[in-house]
């Protein structure tokens, strides 16, 4: 099958950064389903691996990147039993498996949901990382509940990616928080406001002054980038007994800071359910298809801005070009291979 992939980790704009091959069709194992891809997106977990020495192949092979896709069931595992042969379906794969850059993918129907209907494929793609990850944020390491962050408040740090966007309007539809959103460009901060944000503040000036202006104090802190060097402004920010979590890889962090207002604090990582097989896997195929459902409805509306074309190195190049510069609104997405 066709795909693209690399041989060794370097920067974006090496000859051999991303090259099409072909390369054997994925073996399905019992709870897999053989998708056709027919569109994906790029994330920053694609351009942090394929610039990590120790994440790269081995020795003489060729990896395939590609954390989100859409696409059709083509075949099914013996004990697929949320699936079956022609469905549409979106999902955002496995850290540890062979990736979406390629014309067929097996995936854990586990870690799958139904393709919302009003989206094509390309635009479905944009959505599951981002959605899995937000609502993990939301409901698993925040601890909040459907319908009950009235009169609480989320500060979002770097609202204006893939991840805040979908955040934003999970917790407005879903918890009722007041939601504060950092953004700095006047692009950024239209996108969030779009998004639901119940207001916008600038996260490359100071946060405590400008949060403290709106007279507020948040419970919660998702912080999506940029933590190590805001952090002391959310630990002094936050309510005592508060909890904040993150997504981005800080160097250092004074945690020791946090004790004494008696915070919570935690990492998220999407792809932990399925890289250690835990017991609650599917419960990310069952908020997908919650998503999917919000989607369909006209509860979430979709974070996709730019689609850059059918799936090819340079189309594929100039997606991880745009995903490093920081500056990507919302989600980039791709169509699949034409044949």
Do not use: C
């Not at 192949?57 to 099914?76: F, N």
């Not at 989607?295 to 801005?305: A, K, N, P, W």
Request: charged residues 25%; proline residues 4%; hydrophobic residues 40%.
């Amino acid at each position: 099958m066709k795909a693209i992939g690399y041989k060794k980790a370097g920067p974006i704009d090496a000859a051999d950064a991303l090259i099409e091959f072909e390369a054997e069709a994925p073996v399905i194992g019992p709870r897999d389903l053989l998708v056709e891809v027919k569109g994906i997106s790029v994330n920053p977990v694609d351009v942090k691996v394929r610039a990590i020495p120790e994440l790269g192949p081995a020795e003489g092979q060729t990896k395939i990147l590609g954390y989100d896709a859409a696409g059709i069931v083509r075949e099914v595992g013996s004990d697929v039993s949320f699936f079956k042969v022609g469905d549409e379906v979106y999902y955002a794969g496995e850290f540890t498996r062979p990736g979406s850059n390629a014309k067929f993918q097996a995936v854990d129907e586990r870690i799958s949901g139904i393709k919302p209907k009003s989206l094509g494929f390309a635009e479905a793609a944009g959505l599951p990382l981002t959605s899995i990850t937000a609502w993990e944020i939301l409901f698993d390491s925040l601890g909040l509940k459907e319908n009950e962050g009235e009169g609480e408040s989320l500060l979002v740090v770097g609202a204006a990616g893939g991840v805040g966007s979908i955040l934003i309007q999970l917790a407005k539809k879903l918890t009722g928080l007041t939601v504060i959103a950092t953004a700095s460009r006047p692009d950024t901060i239209e996108w969030v406001k779009k998004m639901g944000a119940d207001h916008v503040i600038n996260h490359r000036e100071s946060l405590v002054e400008q949060v403290k202006a709106l007279g507020l104090e948040p419970r919660y802190v998702a912080s999506l980038n940029g933590t190590e060097g805001h952090f002391p402004a959310i630990v002094e920010l936050i309510k005592p007994r508060g909890h904040i979590a993150l997504i981005d890889d800080p160097q250092s962090l004074d945690i020791n800071s946090i004790k004494l207002k008696s915070l919570s604090f935690s990492w998220e990582f999407m792809f932990a359910r399925s890289m250690f097989q835990t017991e609650d896997m599917d419960k990310q195929y069952e908020l997908l298809n919650r998503v999917s459902e919000l989607i369909d409805e006209g509860t979430l509306v979709s974070t996709v801005t730019d689609n850059l074309g059918t799936l090819s190195v340079k189309t594929l190049k100039e997606a991880h070009v745009q995903q490093e510069s920081g500056r990507v609104i919302g989600k980039n997405v791709l169509n699949g291979f034409e044949n």
